[in-house]
């Protein structure tokens, strides 16, 4: 029996460079160039002072736990073989406001508390799509 | 502020089909049995209609289909809206202007859906709809609302403490209320254990967090305040409606930290102008029936809508407060939760009951002052609400 086919982002003529950036493990947020702000999801105006002007930043690839579920059944096909799986809300350790979504990879959610910190692992789901999980980060040496 | 749509229009009448698990016809169908019985309880007729008014997702009959269907050749002002739960007392606000600016004088609202039959909300299958912060979600899984309302659930716990018991408080509560509402599909009382003894969906919700997926419709008459006068039914009028307070669902981060916070809804932004235009404030209200798609709805709604401290949701859930001759009650009629999920528009419909003295076993004795609230505004942007106030 074949796996099915994993479930493709929707992407737009905003975020089909992000998603580029992540299939080259490159996670990244835009950085306005008129004002600083760091923004995600990619769009082309700045929310703060509507520059249009922006450059891609690499994030530190790290965050805290703001947030999970644990889903017990398949809301889709794709995910039947899947459940239960764990999926996170990270806001990101390069500024505040900057939240992301992925699995939880390398540990179960007993393992999850608020501001856990973790780190973003890339998965390449086929070869054409690389998604961004996320395992809880190695302890400090 | 809101000279004109203060108290400007009024809902003269209500009607229901039965909420079923499969109601066998068609949403157009549905939608019809509504109108018709909204219509027969203001004493009016399909002839009457000048406006016709209707939300939906690709999933229910539009207002161009519904009116032929009623013999109605010119339906007059109408309104199609895209969305779902977050817009669904837009639809009722609108009205009201269209009515306020005399665009129509008599327009039916309604919403009509096979939400088990057909259409289920969880999505079985369907490839998500748009684009937008859903592609950043959908690939990982989380595709469904009640997984996005349990990650928010769950940074509502992390931050203040709210508990499942709190949740199932709100899940208890509301069977409670629906054991008085013969409409309702579940009447049956639960405990708190039966509520943690229910199976995980997506935690921290269980099944008894849930709304029950529901074939049916409701439909409400709207006219002027003065006109409603001399209908058939004591009027209830339409003191305040407010939109927006919106972000795109808890991402990003604009001036002033628009999104940041997962723990706040934007009914906290619309909450002062639905109160302002109104001249009231929540300690005038009488009877609050709050969108509850899932329990935690229900507790970040109290907050946001200024009944108690941010943070204190669910200890003030827990606290009986929301009982009928408790201090707030809330989802007399036992809500998406034990009643049925009509998208919203059955908030609208009990809180006319309640404010005409007409809900029976469920009734909060008094009552004069109803908010109703639309989905608070994380899954499509912002939300909606009504104040109502009982006939003079």
Not at chain 1, 82 to 101: E, F, H, I, S
């Amino acid at each position: 029996m074949t796996e099915p086919a994993p479930l493709r982002p929707g992407t737009d003529r905003d975020s089909a460079a992000w998603w580029e950036l992540v299939r080259r493990h490159r996670l990244a947020v835009q950085r306005c160039t008129g004002c600083a702000l760091l923004r995600f999801p990619a769009r082309e105006y700045c929310p703060a002072c509507r520059s249009r002007s922006w450059e891609w930043r690499d994030c530190a690839g790290t965050g805290r736990v703001a947030g999970w579920t644990v889903t017990h059944r398949a809301f889709h096909p794709a995910f039947a073989g899947q459940v239960p799986y764990t999926v996170l809300c990270v806001a990101l350790d390069d500024g505040p406001g900057l939240r992301c979504w992925g699995r939880l990879v390398g540990a179960g959610p007993d393992a999850l508390a608020a501001d856990l910190p973790v780190e973003a692992v890339f998965t390449d789901a086929e070869p054409s799509l690389t998604l961004v999980d996320w395992r809880p980060a190695a302890p400090p040496h | 502020m809101g000279g004109t749509l203060r108290d400007a229009a009024a809902v003269a009448g209500v009607g229901y089909t039965p909420f079923s698990k499969d109601s066998g016809v068609s949403t157009t169908t549905l939608a019809c049995e509504a109108i018709l019985a909204a219509l027969d309880d203001a004493g009016l007729g399909p002839e009457d209609i000048d406006g016709i008014a209707t939300h939906r997702v690709g999933d229910s009959s539009p207002p161009w289909a519904v009116a032929p269907a009623l013999g109605i050749e010119d339906q007059g002002w109408y309104l199609d809206q895209f969305g779902g739960g977050s817009v669904s007392h837009a639809v009722l606000g609108q009205a009201a202007m269209a009515v306020a600016a005399g665009v129509a004088e008599t327009v039916v609202c309604y919403r009509a859906i096979n939400a088990r039959s057909e259409f289920r909300m969880g999505g079985q299958g369907r490839p998500p709809a748009g684009a937008f912060d859903l592609q950043y979600q959908a690939p990982y899984g989380l595709i469904a609302p009640v997984q996005h309302y349990a990650l928010l659930a769950r940074a509502h716990m992390l931050a203040y403490g709210t508990s499942h018991e709190h949740l199932g408080a709100v899940a208890v509560g509301q069977r409670e209320k629906a054991a008085g509402n013969p409409r309702a599909l579940k009447r049956d009382p639960i405990t708190m254990r039966d509520y943690l003894a229910s199976r995980w969906i997506a935690e921290p919700f269980r099944l008894l967090d849930c709304c029950l997926e529901t074939d049916g419709a409701c439909a409400l008459v709207l006219t002027s305040a003065e006109r409603a006068r001399d209908l058939r039914r004591p009027p209830v009028n339409i003191t305040a409606a407010a939109w927006g307070g919106g972000h795109s669902s808890y991402s990003g981060a604009g001036p002033g930290g628009i999104g940041a916070d997962p723990t706040t809804s934007a009914a906290a932004r619309l909450a002062p102008r639905l109160y302002a235009m109104a001249g009231l404030g929540p300690a005038d209200v009488d009877v609050a029936e709050l969108y509850d798609c899932f329990t935690w709805t229900v507790l970040v709604q109290l907050e946001d809508y200024g009944f108690c401290a941010k943070g204190e949701g669910g200890p003030y859930a827990a606290s009986g407060a929301l009982r009928i001759g408790g201090e707030l009650p809330v989802n007399t009629h036992g809500g998406f939760l034990s009643e049925g999920y009509v998208h919203g528009i059955n908030h609208v419909a009990e809180a006319v009951q309640q404010l005409r003295g007409e809900a029976g076993g469920r009734q909060v004795p008094g009552a004069e002052v109803a908010l109703s609230t639309a989905q608070p505004g994380y899954v499509l942007a912002g939300t909606s609400a009504l104040l109502l106030t009982a006939p003079r």
